[in-house]
Each structure stands twice: as C-alpha cells, then as structure tokens.
C-alpha cells in the first residue's frame, strides 16, 4: 500500500479484541511503555496495515492509558525492591525516580492524575526500601546500593508525599554525591 491509500476500516472487526491486544502489548512493553502505547494509537487507526479504527472511545484510550500506568507502576516498584539490587534487571532508586517523572509527564499530558492508591504503594515502597538500606549497610551486610543524590532522593520523597520521614538523615547519607555519578541523566 502506498501512503495516500486510505484507510478503510473493517466492518466486522472486533473492536474489544484488538484493544485488549493493545492493551497488552502496552503492559507489557519495556522501559518506556507510553512508546508501547503511541505504537499502539498508531497501529490501531492510522496503520495501512492495522484495523483502520476511527475515533478511539474514551474508554478505549483509558484501558491503553491504564496499561501504560500499570507498567510504570511495575517498572518503577522493581527498582524499589531490594531483592532485586543484585539482578540484572536492577536500575536502582534513580531510575524509579525518573520513572516516576516520566509517568508524570505522560499524565500530564493524557489529562490524567496518577492515582492516590499508586502514589502511596510507591511511597511505602521506597519508604520501605530506604529502611532496608540503612538496616544492611549499618550491619555491615552490603555496601549502599543507592544511585540517586540527596537532592533527587529528597525531590522524590516530596513527589510521593512522604511527610516526616523517620530517618532522612540517614538516608540521605547513603545517597551519591552529585560530582560523582556520571551516570545518564534521564531527564527530557
């Protein structure tokens, strides 16, 4: 087909199915899911070679929105699990950190709020993770596996509304200092 074939869509196409598809692909997407879900938009109504649908419903946007956020909140709460610190599939704190700024953005952008429900769950997880980090390092157990600076930590307890946390301190102290991560920056 060339590019100005138009798009005829199917008449008989089950218009559930293939957002169900989508919404799958998009859950289960790599490291940036709402990539996943712009293939997706694509696919579905401007592709030659997809379904032709015209005009996606609300209800079918937000069933491929809420794939993108739930993989954000999968990617994001992987890296806030310290059995994970020794896997490969590991990117630590500061990748949650940027993780969570990109779902922002792609709420911002769709119109949406991460929900209060996702924001508690990621903040008892990192309050959780940072508590764990300072119980085995101050044992001896293992080195700090933090990558994040104090400042990005403290960006990040603010973003999820941890209020009073119980030992800032301490954690702040695992942190890197900003001179010595050179690590990408993940920012836009």
């Not at 087909?1 to 293939?18: C, E, F, K």
């Not at 800032?168 to 010595?180: E, F």
């Amino acid at each position: 087909m060339n590019s100005s074939t138009s798009i005829i869509p199917d008449p008989g196409v089950d218009r559930r199915a293939l957002i169900a598809d989508e919404e799958l692909i998009v859950r289960n997407s790599g490291e940036i899911p709402e990539i996943a879900y712009h293939n997706s938009l694509y696919h579905l109504s401007e592709d030659p070679e997809g379904p032709g649908l015209a005009g996606l419903s609300r209800e079918e946007l937000a069933a491929l929105q809420a794939g993108v956020m739930a993989r954000y909140r999968e990617i994001i709460l992987r890296d806030l699990t310290p059995a994970n610190r020794d896997l490969a599939i590991y990117r630590g704190v500061r990748r949650a950190i940027w993780n969570w700024q990109r779902l922002g953005k792609f709420c911002r952008r769709c119109r949406l709020e991460p929900a209060g429900e996702l924001r508690r769950e990621i903040a008892a997880a990192l309050v959780s993770f940072l508590e764990n980090e300072v119980r085995e390092t101050m044992a001896g157990l293992r080195p700090p596996s933090l990558n994040c600076t104090p400042e990005e930590l403290r960006w990040f307890l603010v973003a999820l509304g941890v209020e009073n946390p119980p030992a800032p301190g301490r954690w702040l102290a695992l942190c890197v200092a900003p001179n010595l991560y050179d690590g990408e920056d993940g920012h836009d």
